[in-house]
């Protein structure tokens, strides 16, 4: 049986087939502004990858913000509910996912059977996401990749306000023309996103074992601040963002069995 | 496939005519030789009512829904609010309302037309001012009763008399500002129809346990607003008796409120009002929000039934308590409306979130939505308390930002994204995906 599941993110959309329930294809675009042609293109990658036709293809389930534009697709998943189901495929302990992406944070509580217990996602404000992450690297004139290793240097607090991404963005202003290092800062950006984050997930309860997914999970600041903040361990994804793609094509395979 | 019948209410044109004279009459008191007053949905309308038969008040806060839902209109009196220097995380309903003020405009066309006095009661902080500046502005007479005597379950006698006190010094104030005499039979009258209207409404809303659910909290907002314009209005009084009897009627016919229905929620606080449509989009996965604390509780006062139910409270006519003063009738009608619902939460989130796991089981409910409404303060103060509280009690709980009044702090598209995934860990699909 083969099963393939999209994410429609804000940024990427991501793509991964499965068969018989191993992964046979994973294909990563931007999504730009033709999101429909973006996903089109990214599963004829995909399927070239996996080496089969597309209508090889038994059933796609479609998550992310674009998911109700999705071709292809027979059923739509919520990014929740995609991020739940693939982190149990990933690390079946899982019982707290905080998956954190360009446009979005999201904790989700999840029973030992996957079901979504509780959850939370951040609400009117960019602070809580990568997005912001790259406009702070941007300020600091710096690669994103660099701008997480290098806020590892520092072991400095500096309290920042992560509740509007605005006045945070001036505050990082501030302290470079305080003369403040780069790696103090870009800490304290990484402190500020994760305090966010950890304050939203406890809102629904943070039970082990916890599991990172999301592109903001490639961060190694990120990562860091977010041990940090939680006080305690916690596991990362490998290939971090592709977890909801990865749940949208485990619910394919799920709801093709079932018939 | 429909499992249940529904039908239209019979009794809506009515309750259409209702809502649109009520303002009519409002804005041309005036030309009849009658008296606008101005003040909240809580206050003491049946204390006016002894003033005569042509007195009219037009309350704030369902006046601001109405701006809220014409939406360009609010547009513009929010900015011209704002424009005057006033905060934009002020209540919104205030903001709509001193705008309209400001504009010179009627929500229903026209001038807005200038109250003779106003007459408030201090249920929050913004309650307590939004009346003194219009009677500032607008250069009218004002008189504020000061209701911060603690929950009911805390009324004593000195408590009481707090209240009482003030009431009967606001009739001194309304003969001396309105050069009437004031006429103890019409305040008698008054809050008859105050407790027989709060009684009959928490009882249609006792028959929403039935499943299904006779009505869908979209449609009681519509009703439940006469609550808010004029509790001691006999014809309200009377034509929520005609709907409990319709209501009844559909109960016992098994008529539904949506012909899906396979999931009961609650919501709380007041919803985004120009955006009802979301009621709407729930019902796609047969999900319909059958009231909640703010629907049942603003309007309705109820009490503990012998079974241990919620039910509607007794009213002093039915227990034979005299009403036969202007004394004995201030304190039913303090006693009365300090037990509502609404009114306790002021104080204390637990008892709000004690009320709303009542309201999850004696409605069998399978859910509860908590707008988190940054226009209302007062209701909205303590709402990740009383989520704690559901989701503690194993009860599956949501939050979806937004604002009553503010349409410019209210994303649809997310509160529907929202929803879906709510819908979606209930194990609910919508039936045209």
Same mark, same amino acid.
């Given at each position: 049986m083969i099963t393939a599941g999209m994410d429609l993110g804000s940024k990427f959309i991501k793509i991964v087939i499965l068969k018989d329930g191993e992964i046979i294809a994973r294909v990563k675009m931007l999504s730009g502004f033709e999101q429909e042609v973006t996903a089109n293109d990214a599963m004829k990658e995909a399927c070239e990858q996996a080496g089969i036709e597309s209508d090889a293809i038994d059933r796609i389930? %479609?998550?992310?913000?674009?998911?109700s534009i999705a071709p292809f697709a027979h059923n739509k998943l919520t990014e929740v509910g995609a991020a739940a189901r693939g982190a149990i495929a990933r690390l079946p302990e899982t019982r707290t996912v905080i998956d954190v992406g %360009?446009?979005?944070?999201? %904790?989700?509580?999840?029973?030992?059977?996957?079901?979504?217990?509780?959850? %939370?996602?951040?609400e009117k404000c960019a602070a809580g996401s990568g997005t912001f992450t790259e406009t702070m690297a941007r300020a600091l004139e710096l690669e994103l990749a660099e701008f997480g290793q290098l806020s590892l240097k520092s072991d400095k607090v500096i309290p920042m306000n992560a509740q509007c991404a605005v006045f945070a963005e001036s505050e990082v202003v501030s302290l470079l023309h305080a003369k403040t290092p780069k790696h103090d800062i870009a800490r304290a950006v990484h402190d500020a996103i994760a305090s966010r984050i950890v304050s939203m997930a406890r809102r629904v309860s943070v039970e082990k074992e916890v599991l990172l997914v999301g592109g903001m999970a490639y961060n190694v600041g990120f990562v860091a601040s977010m041990k940090r903040t939680l006080e305690m361990e916690i596991h990362v994804a490998d290939e971090p963002d592709y977890v909801p793609a990865e749940g949208a094509a485990w619910t394919a395979y799920d709801k093709a069995s079932a018939i | 496939m429909p499992k249940y019948q529904t039908e239209p209410l019979k009794c809506w044109k009515k309750a259409k005519e209702l809502r649109d004279k009520y303002y009519l009459d409002y804005a041309t008191a005036h030309e009849r030789g009658g008296l606008r007053w101005t003040g909240g949905a809580w206050a003491f309308d049946a204390i006016p009512a002894g003033l005569g038969d042509d007195v009219y008040p037009i309350t704030g806060e369902p006046y601001a829904a109405g701006i809220a839902f014409n939406k360009p209109f609010s547009l513009r009196c929010l900015e011209e609010a704002e424009s005057k220097g006033w905060a934009r995380d002020l209540c919104a309903y205030m903001r709509n309302y001193w705008g309209s003020m400001y504009l010179d405009e009627y929500n229903t066309g026209g001038k807005y037309p200038k109250p003779d006095f106003a007459f408030q009661d201090h249920i929050c902080c913004s309650h307590a001012k939004w009346y003194q500046h219009v009677a500032e502005y607008k250069n009218i007479p004002y008189f504020c009763i000061d209701i911060s005597v603690g929950p009911y379950k805390d009324l004593n006698e000195d408590r009481l008399m707090f209240v009482v006190n003030q009431m009967h010094e606001s009739i001194e104030f309304l003969e001396k500002t309105t050069g009437r005499t004031y006429d103890d039979e019409k305040l008698i009258e008054a809050v008859k129809n105050d407790c027989r209207l709060t009684s009959v409404w928490a009882e249609i809303c006792a028959l929403n346990r039935n499943i299904p659910a006779p009505l869908d909290e979209k449609t009681m907002y519509s009703l439940y607003v006469f609550g808010t314009l004029q509790k001691a209005?006999? =014809?309200?009084?009377?034509? #929520? =008796?005609?709907?409990?009897?319709?209501?009844?009627?559909r109960v016992d016919r098994g008529i539904a409120a949506i012909a899906n229905e396979r999931c009961r929620l609650? !919501?709380?606080?007041?919803?985004?009002? @120009?955006?009802?449509?979301?009621?709407?989009?729930? =019902?796609? #996965?047969?999900?319909? !929000?059958?009231g909640s604390l703010y629907s049942f509780g603003l309007i309705g006062i109820w009490e503990d039934k012998p079974d241990g139910t919620w039910g509607p409270r007794t009213t002093p006519m039915d227990k034979g308590i005299p009403i036969d003063?202007?004394?004995? &009738?201030?304190? *039913?009608?303090?006693?009365?409306?300090? !037990?509502?619902? =609404?009114?306790?939460?002021? #104080?204390? &989130?637990?008892?709000?979130?004690?009320?709303?796991?009542? *309201?999850?089981?004696?409605?069998?409910?399978? @859910?509860?939505?908590?707008?988190?409404?940054?226009g209302c303060e007062g209701l909205s103060c303590g709402i990740s308390e009383n989520r704690l509280g559901i989701a503690e009690a194993g009860v599956p709980v949501m939050t979806f930002e937004g604002n009553m009044g503010d349409e410019r702090e209210f994303d649809e598209i997310k509160t529907r994204d929202r929803m879906d995934t709510f819908m979606e860990t209930l194990g609910l699909e919508r039936s045209e995906s």
């Open positions: 389930v %479609a998550t992310g913000v674009g998911r %360009a446009e979005e944070g999201r %904790a989700i509580l999840i029973t030992p059977e996957g079901k979504v217990r509780d959850f %939370a996602i951040n | 209005k006999k =014809e309200f009084a009377d034509f #929520y =008796e005609e709907l409990r009897d319709e209501v009844q009627d609650m !919501s709380d606080t007041q919803p985004p009002w @120009g955006f009802l449509k979301v009621f709407r989009y729930l =019902e796609g #996965y047969g999900a319909l !929000s059958v003063t202007r004394d004995q &009738a201030l304190r *039913i009608l303090a006693d009365w409306n300090l !037990s509502k619902p =609404e009114f306790q939460h002021f #104080y204390d &989130a637990g008892l709000k979130t004690k009320m709303m796991l009542r *309201i999850v089981k004696e409605w069998k409910l399978d @859910g509860v939505m908590l707008h988190m409404n940054r």
